[in-house]
């Protein structure tokens, strides 16, 4: 079974412009959700998707991030216009929808470091 | 209020003995999860174990295990015989919700360094 996918693995750009990370999940998986991680803490959800449906964006800085899952499958997350602080490692993960349990994997991240 | 609390930065174990890296929760839901994750230098998320709010034994897998205590809000996890390869950092993390969606939550984390 082949595991979460990402891409790029590595982006540096300056403040000010726009990147754009791309997540394949695990087939199947109906749960879809992008971390943020700076470096030294903990994963922080940015957003999580339900199929192609937006069920907790809570964290998201809608200014400058956002998020789409078309068709319920891969995901996209873009910042524009991207902050020094903005540097760090974008995880996506996936997971099956099964009650009382729902283990996540984890992609091997996207680094983004700002200038 | 912080969801999961990890209280030690870092910790330092000697080769072959075991350490307990500790983890609270605050949750209000009746049935939740708790989940361990190691994330080596190289950066991946590993799954190590995980424990149901209503698993009345303490979940093991292999040399882990979590030692739940629900009464305290206690989801530590126990490394026995500490190997050079559990040098990494270790994560906490809580599944809270029902019906149509679940949020998982993660701690700051615990830098484990094994010594030889």
């Known amino acids: 079974e082949a595991g979460v996918a990402q891409s790029p693995r590595y982006k540096i750009i300056e403040k000010r412009q726009s990147v754009a990370f791309w997540c394949n999940p695990i087939s199947g998986h109906a749960t879809l959700y992008w971390y943020q991680q700076i470096l030294g803490q903990g994963p922080k959800l940015l957003i999580q998707?339900?199929?192609?449906?937006?069920?907790?964006d809570s964290q998201l800085p809608k200014d400058r991030f956002s998020a789409e899952r078309l068709k319920g499958v891969d995901s996209t997350l873009k910042i524009q216009p991207a902050k020094l602080e903005d540097s760090a490692v974008y995880l996506c993960a996936s997971s099956k929808f099964v009650r009382n349990t729902g283990e996540l994997f984890f992609g091997e991240g996207s680094r983004l470091t700002v200038l | 209020a912080q969801k999961i609390t990890q209280t030690q930065p870092g910790m330092f174990v000697q080769e072959k003995e075991a350490v307990t890296l500790d983890c609270t929760y605050d949750?209000?839901?009746?049935?939740?999860?708790l989940f361990w994750y190691k994330q080596p230098s190289s950066g991946e998320m590993i799954f190590l174990i995980y424990?149901?709010?209503?698993?009345?034994q303490n979940a093991t897998e292999g040399r882990y295990s979590l030692n739940f205590q629900k009464a305290r809000k206690s989801a530590n996890l126990v490394i026995s015989a500490s190997q050079l390869g559990d040098s990494a950092m270790y994560f906490c993390?809580?599944?809270?919700?029902?019906?149509?969606?679940?949020?998982?939550?993660f701690g700051t984390g615990t830098k484990l360094q094994v010594i030889p």
């Open positions: 993390a809580m599944r809270e919700g029902d019906g149509g969606y679940q949020k998982v939550t």
């Open positions: 998707f339900q199929n192609n449906g937006v069920v907790d």
């Open positions: 424990q149901g709010s209503y698993d009345e």
């Open positions: 949750t209000s839901d009746q049935s939740y999860g």
